[in-house]
């Protein structure tokens, strides 16, 4: 019988968290706050992002049979079917937090962005660079329903940045099982530089502003860059796997740095809240760990 761990670990629970800055990162950018209903629209990612995460088990059951035997439909603790269950509702609760939240300008951009989680795990992760595309995308347009359809000229920049970081992470994920390359982990911490810098660039301000945008830059870098650093020496699968999971765990700082580069300082305080609960969950001893990849 399946338990309520289980499907934790199905869904990825500790990755849910790093999702949960896209729509807060796209509201700030289009100079939206996310208050009152709106404030909805990062469950609303969460569960898409969960759901894509079941859909992604049932989709690669076969080849996790071989490889990831551990994992929750392999090893019998989920069947297929309720993976696809549970990928569909959360889908589909999804979309109506989508609707409620954001009304029909979010839910013009959520819809597309279900439909690319879907393609994703069913048919372009199949195809390296095209999946890694596909999957930038998705996090681009998560990023996009925060500013909603009206205001997505805004929050292009903010898109970009975070679609660029996931397609880097998505490469890197690609060698989790039997390594990667050096050129491909050295493109991917080339990009975290880019990144950086891109976060910097045209940044302009008084000190309280600028120092709380300059900490965040630096903790999204100082997360992520040494594992790829150290992938791109020895581009075996263990340090595959951990600069995949660090680069996982530097969307939040992203995030944050985003909103403090457009002004708005609470909803990088949140974000900070998140990330630390992120290092609690992360840091506890005893219990079954989840992996976020």
């Known amino acids: 019988m399946s338990t309520f761990g289980d499907y934790v670990e199905l869904v990825r629970a500790p990755a849910i968290l790093t999702v949960l800055g896209d729509t807060a990162a796209g509201a700030a950018a289009s100079g939206r706050l996310l208050r009152g209903r709106r404030l909805g629209l990062p469950l609303a990612s969460a569960c898409l992002y969960a759901g894509g995460m079941a859909l992604n088990d049932y989709a690669d059951r076969d080849v996790d049979a071989r490889e990831r035997p551990e994992r929750p439909i392999p090893s019998g603790r989920i069947s297929a079917r309720r993976a696809l269950g ?67 000229r805004q929050a292009l920049g903010a898109a970009g940045i975070m679609g660029g970081h996931t ?54 870098a100082v997360r992520c860059a040494p594992a790829q650093l150290r992938a791109a020496r020895n581009p075996v699968a263990h340090n595959a796997l951990e600069a995949t999971k660090a680069g996982i765990r530097a969307m939040v700082p992203l995030q944050t740095a985003l909103a403090l580069r457009y002004g708005h300082p609470a909803a990088a305080g949140a974000l900070v809240a998140v990330d630390v609960v992120g290092r609690v969950l992360r840091s506890r001893p005893g219990g079954r760990k989840v992996s976020e990849s």
């Open 86 to 152: 549970t990928a569909s509702a959360l889908t589909a609760a999804g979309l109506g937090l989508c609707a409620l939240a954001g009304g029909r300008g979010a839910l013009a951009i959520g819809i597309p962005l279900a439909a690319s989680i879907w393609t994703y795990d069913l048919a372009a992760k199949k195809h390296a660079l095209i999946g890694a595309a596909s999957m930038g995308s998705c996090r681009a347009l998560d990023v996009l329903m925060g500013a909603g359809a009206g205001h997505v």
């Open 167 to 220: 397609v880097a992470v998505t490469l890197l994920s690609q060698g989790e099982v039997e390594g990667t390359d050096a050129a491909t982990a050295s493109g991917v911490a080339a990009t975290t530089g880019l990144l950086t810098a891109a976060l910097m660039a045209g940044s302009a301000g008084p000190p309280a502003r600028m120092l709380p945008m300059l900490a965040a830059t630096a903790a999204y």
